[in-house]
Antibody, heavy 123, light 111 residues
Framework: EVQLLESGGGLVQPGGSLRLSCAAS????????MSWVRQAPGKGLEWVSA????????YYADSVKGRFTISRDNSKNTLYLQMNSLRAEDTAVYYC????????????????WGQGTLVTVSS | QSALTQPASVSGSPGQSITISCTGT?????????VSWYQQHPGKAPKLMIY???DRPSGVSSRFSGSKSGNTASLTISGLQAEDEADYYC???????????FGGGTKLTVL
């Protein structure tokens, strides 16, 4: 059974940093692109970042470019999201998901998704 | 404001059919066959229901179908069941620097 388990969320002050992790199991992690998608409380979905199977290509939403860094460790079947210079508007549940890619240009669809981890940016 | 436009809510009675629209531009929905739909129950993670406009993942009921005309994609649910009550989101690849855009979501109520 495919499983994605996010961790690392919590309360952080504006300007602070946090690293999210997503532990994958039940599939060959190193052959799948991965993404992070977030959902602010009571709001819709927003794609955040994606990474190719090898980790050689990364993609970011304009809203997080220069502040967030996506990475992966295929030996540990784990996806990461390093979040720096956090803002109140980054408050959300962060989901990791496997992705398909559009000819290496960006993510297409997301399936499956983890259960999410809540990040709260507040003083 | 979301990049793709969905109705905030739709409703239907058990057994009926409903359609949720998702309107974008030629840079996203109209320009590519990379539209997907997600179902989200309260407090749960989203679930992929349709990908590449009209393809259905294994395990998703055939009552769910997708289509596209011009800049508008649609999700149709036939034979409505109580368990279909959820939020539904559309998504599309986009040629803009955003790469991926979502709709604002549609709350489906089964009366």
């Amino acid at each position: 059974e495919v499983q994605l388990l996010e961790s690392g969320g919590g309360l952080v002050q504006p300007g602070g940093s946090l690293r999210l992790s997503c532990a994958a199991s039940g599939f060959i992690f190193s052959t799948f692109a991965m993404s992070w998608v977030r959902q602010a409380p009571g709001k819709g979905l927003e794609w955040v970042s994606a990474i190719s199977p090898s980790g050689g290509s990364t993609y970011y939403a304009d809203s997080v470019k220069g502040r967030f860094t996506i990475s992966r460790d295929n030996s540990k079947n784990t996806l990461y999201l390093q979040m720096n210079s956090l803002r109140a508007e980054d408050t959300a549940v962060y989901y990791c998901a496997t992705s398909t890619m559009v000819r290496g240009k960006g993510p297409n669809w997301f399936d499956p998704w983890g259960q999410g981890t809540l990040v709260t940016v507040s003083s | 404001q979301s990049a793709l436009t969905q109705p905030a809510s739709v409703s239907g009675s058990p057994g009926q059919s409903i359609t949720i629209s998702c309107t974008g531009t030629t840079s996203d929905v109209g320009g590519y066959n990379y539209v997907s739909w997600y179902q989200q129950h309260p407090g749960k993670a989203p679930k992929l229901m349709i990908y590449d406009v009209s393809d259905r993942p294994s395990g998703v009921s055939s009552r769910f179908s997708g289509s596209k005309s011009g800049n508008t994609a649609s999700l149709t649910i036939s034979g409505l069941q109580a368990e279909d009550e959820a939020d539904y989101y559309c998504s599309s690849y986009t040629s803009s620097s955003t790469l991926v855009v979502f709709g604002g979501g549609t709350k489906l109520t089964v009366l």
